[in-house]
């Protein structure tokens, strides 16, 4: 049977995340619904390269889809993107060897998270408005701590039993633009909220709750990091999913394709 | 009575225009409940630099408010930013002079247009997809026919009886960005839906209906702009309000904050 690899971007505001579930709505549902639309009752199976919670967004998620139809992948594609919520769009779709694994195969990911620093009118489902200052120098010497590998099991939990907490971290990188810093992390893999509790932990720095000196305490375990230092899913966004062969791009993806 | 110079920011998609209606929600009307709900029951005016379409959007609409309050303009912005809707933000509030009048003294406006030309996942309230390839080219030629001074009636009514549908318009410019085309637009007054009509007209040409030669017969009122050709509010952005001795800006806001 034919394997596509699909890139997909998609507003994740209200979904229940990218997993299935039969009682709510969720990126990969609404990707099975497209799929039956323009395919119909034809077999298919649908493998994302990693699940996002409810509210988190992505810009290049990547997902293998099984299909045995001759439609080719252009056509597909564009059948596809008109069967879909305008909040999910697929970026492009290609057939794929049949040993290609969306999840397996990757060998990194990157993520930006969008914080805002002053009130922004389109932002609401998209950013996390951190209204007092921030002190980004001390969120960037936090930020470089993070980077190498470690194990960050005080960050997070893995998503299944014998996955190791220690993550190689190539990236963890702070941008000050115009109304916002953004956040620019890449590694080897990422354990459940891992992102989100590592954007809340430098936010907590950059408001004086914290020292960069806590911080490498967690990688230490010497205190688990207080639950509530979870930045909101509505600033985090999957960037990139990387193979094997693909270059590492070096500037995040600043702004939205809107 | 002091007045203010307020610069606002808004994602129109859910309001019915700028302008107060009593039985609609509108950007005026939010911002009247704000300051009502900031300085209690004082007396205050409130007056916008121009009136803007369901649906359209803003990165800098400028309104005046007389107010009798000695709440400082900082903090008085902080509390107006707490009181509206996550939809609109004030980006600035400063005392203005008591002759100084948002409409009035408008030496010039610019608006920017963003069309999609792929898919967006987080476009839909925010841009207009155009599915069909565009020829940029021929848009470029007839967008610099609608550069300079030029009796634009085919392309909208005056909004006030005595208005002159003679506009001076500084700049029509398309920028090609990864997946969009953003259309800059700066002039000194212009007419109701007159952008709309000539983002709908450029498109048109675009798309092979329309020859740049029949954009300048519509600039001599040898037809009128068919009705369809009006694009769509979503794409829309009031960019700036310009006053006398601002400097005017050359490279237009591609960007939101998001």
Do not use: C
Not at 154 to 182: C, H, I, K, N, W
Not at 213 to 234: C, R
Not at 242 to 253: N, R
């Amino acid at each position: 049977m034919p394997r596509y690899k699909l890139t997909i971007e998609y507003d994740g505001s209200r979904y229940h995340g990218w997993q299935y579930q039969r009682e709510s709505p969720t990126i990969m549902g609404a990707l099975m619904d497209a799929v039956r639309q323009v395919y119909g009752p034809l077999r298919f199976e649908l493998y994302g390269a990693g699940r996002t919670d409810a509210g988190v967004h992505a810009m290049g998620q990547v997902a293998h889809l099984d299909l045995d139809s001759q439609l080719p992948p252009r056509t597909a594609m564009q059948h596809l993107n008109q069967a879909l919520p305008r909040s999910i769009a697929v970026l492009s779709m290609e057939m794929a060897p049949r040993s290609f694994h969306a999840r397996h195969d990757a060998v990194a990911r990157s993520y930006v998270y969008h914080i805002a620093r002053r009130k922004t009118a389109f932002g609401k489902n998209h950013v996390w408005w951190v209204k007092p200052a921030l002190n980004l120098q001390g969120m960037a010497d936090a930020a470089s701590l993070l980077e190498g590998r470690h194990d960050f099991r005080s960050f997070g939990r893995t998503e299944r039993e014998g996955m190791s907490t220690v993550v190689e971290l190539q990236r963890v990188r702070l941008y000050e633009l115009d109304a916002s810093v953004v956040v620019h992390v890449l590694g080897s893999h990422f354990l459940w909220r891992m992102v989100r509790r590592m954007v809340g932990t430098l936010v907590e720095v950059g408001l004086g709750g914290l020292s960069p000196k806590q911080v490498e305490g967690f990688l230490h375990h010497e205190s688990d990091i207080p639950t509530q230092l979870v930045a909101p899913p509505s600033g985090l966004y999957l960037e990139h999913v990387y193979y094997p062969g693909e270059p590492i791009t070096d500037e995040p993806a600043f702004t939205l394709n809107i």
